[in-house]
Each structure stands twice: as C-alpha cells, then as structure tokens.
C-alpha cells in the first residue's frame, strides 16, 4: 500500500520527532549529542532551514523547524544519513539506527507555535529526567534564555512581546506554566472506539447527541472536558461523534491556559498590519 503524502504546511513549519528504530537509544552518551548538534548546524548551514526548538531525547529526537528551498523532507535525510555514518563507524555497528519514515506536524498559527515550543523544552521535565525546563542540557532552553547559536529565537520571543526584556520574562513563564499538550507522543498510540465514546455519553445520560447540544453550557462543557481527557480521543473524532464543532471542543475546558502570556501584537505581512487572532494567525 502506498503511503500518504506528507501533509504539507503553509508556513513552512513542521513539528518533527525522528526516532530510533525499534525506540532502540540513539545517544550513548554525551559525545553523541554534541555531534547530533554539530550535523544540525551544519546542515543549517547548507541547506538554510530555520531552527526554532530542539529536545534530545535517549531514543528520540524532537525539532521545530522551517523549510525554505530545500523540503522539510530532504534536510531531515541529510541530517540523519550524516548522524547514522557516524553513529555506526564510532559503536562499529551497520544498519538503520532511524526509524524508517520521521514523524511530523504541521505549525500553521502563532498559538500551535507556541505550544510545540513549550512541549519540546518540556519534554526531559515530563519524562522524569530533570526537576525543572531549564535543568536539561539537551534543549534549545538555553539558546533563549543564554545565547543563541543553533536556534532562531527573534520568531518565538516577538510572539510574547516587542520588548526583549519582558518577552523574555513571558517566555519565561510560559515554558515553567504547567501543561497537557501531547502534541507527537513517543508512546505507543491508544485507540478509542467511537462506540466506546457513545457508551461513555449514554453513561453520563446523553442517549442521542442532540441532547448534548442542546444541555446547558457547563453541563455540556464538563462532559466535553471529560472526553478530551481520555486516553487516544481525539478532538476531531469527538466532533463527529457528538456533532460539536472542533473549535468549540478546542476551547472548552483550556481558558487562557495555553500560554496566556502570549502579547496579541499585529504581526505585519509584506508591511501591511494583520489584525491578529490567537487561534488562526497565520505567523
């Protein structure tokens, strides 16, 4: 069977996981991950994407980059097959270290931006492998708050504000703010039925979806909560099995909790002011 085209991002930007084959570790040691961040930069370089995050995980890698000539696609080969020439003559070993076909997002507004941003730097902190974001050595965490060298920040602090100083301090913040996004797991997926949802509605005394459109808003509201909390539901199949719009789901139970700290600033398209909107920006 053929595989599906990669969907394509209109912004250019892409959430990427590369992991090892058979979640086997692809850094040993620390040597590995310095050359893993060598191969990026130099990559960078030549082939001039944009790098806005990096995680170094044992047996996975997470990056928020931009393709500009050169696809998403043929970078994240060049970087790989230059890693994996390494890998093999330094441990003496032959062979795929890579799972086949990297995994990818697309990042199409301001606020899915910000939310891989803080997902990435918060990855070692939810894996248990460090007490606080700013403890690992293996983000671009540092790159922010520090000095930039591999990554692009000007894209991710003009986000939070105008001013360096309190984009900072907003960054800051955002990234210690306690999260749920989920954004690409390294977990083995969990599948929901849709029937299994429709038992859960009838449990909670909604026999036909109609009768969820029609409760009363923070009835409504709890169960959609509810659903959103289970394991391998999605927003979308939430949608189609309760007849909820997508956008009303997405919003309900989140508040400002995702990066409130963001400053909704006109961002300029060929030098004409877009009004802004946290939820379809287009950055």
């Known amino acids: 069977?053929?595989?599906?085209?990669?969907?394509?991002?209109?912004?250019?930007v892409y959430h990427v996981m590369?992991?090892?084959?058979?979640?086997?570790?692809?850094?040993?040691?620390?040597?590995?991950?310095?050359?893993?961040?060598?191969?990026?930069?130099?990559?960078?370089?030549?082939?001039?994407?944009?790098?806005?995050?990096?995680?170094l995980m044992d047996n996975h890698v997470h990056l928020l980059i931009k393709e500009n000539d050169e696809s998403i696609s043929v970078s994240i080969k060049r970087i790989s097959c230059s890693y994996v020439h390494w890998y093999n003559t330094k441990y003496e070993r032959c062979g795929h270290l890579f799972q086949d076909r990297f995994k990818s997002e697309k990042i199409e507004t301001s606020l899915s931006f910000l939310r891989v941003l803080r997902y990435i730097h918060q990855?070692?902190?939810?894996?248990?492998?460090?007490?606080?974001?700013?403890?690992?050595?293996?983000?671009?965490?540092?790159?922010?708050?520090?000095?930039?060298?591999?990554?692009?920040?000007?894209?991710?602090?003009?986000?939070?504000?105008?001013?360096?100083n309190l984009a900072l301090?907003?960054?800051?913040?955002?990234?210690?703010?306690?999260?749920?996004?989920?954004?690409?797991?390294?977990?083995?997926r969990i599948k929901v039925s849709d029937s299994q949802l429709l038992d859960y509605l009838r449990?909670?005394?909604?026999?036909?979806?109609?009768?969820?459109?029609?409760?009363?808003?923070?009835?409504?509201d709890a169960i959609l909560t509810n659903l959103k909390e289970i394991k391998g539901v999605?927003?979308?199949?939430?949608?189609?099995?309760?007849?909820?719009?997508?956008?009303?789901?997405?919003?309900?139970?989140?508040?400002?909790?995702?990066?409130?700290?963001?400053?909704?600033?006109?961002?300029?398209?060929s030098g004409n002011p877009v009004v802004p909107n946290r939820e379809n920006l287009m950055f």
């Open 1 to 12: 069977m053929p595989r599906l085209a990669r969907e394509k991002s209109r912004t250019g």
């Open 18 to 55: 590369l992991r090892g084959i058979n979640r086997q570790i692809i850094f040993e040691e620390d040597e590995d991950r310095r050359k893993f961040l060598e191969t990026l930069k130099r990559f960078k370089e030549s082939s001039l994407f944009d790098l806005y995050a990096y995680c």
């Open 123 to 164: 990855n070692p902190l939810k894996a248990g492998l460090a007490r606080t974001v700013f403890d690992s050595s293996w983000t671009s965490i540092h790159e922010y708050r520090d000095k930039a060298d591999l990554i692009t920040i000007d894209k991710g602090l003009s986000l939070f504000h105008a001013d360096r």
């Open 169 to 188: 301090d907003h960054f800051n913040a955002c990234m210690t703010e306690e999260s749920e996004e989920q954004c690409m797991s390294n977990e083995p």
């Open 203 to 220: 449990s909670k005394g909604v026999i036909e979806k109609n009768k969820l459109q029609q409760m009363k808003k923070e009835d409504r």
């Open 234 to 269: 999605s927003i979308r199949q939430i949608s189609r099995v309760t007849g909820i719009s997508k956008s009303v789901i997405e919003r309900v139970g989140r508040g400002d909790r995702h990066c409130p700290h963001v400053r909704p600033a006109p961002i300029y398209d």
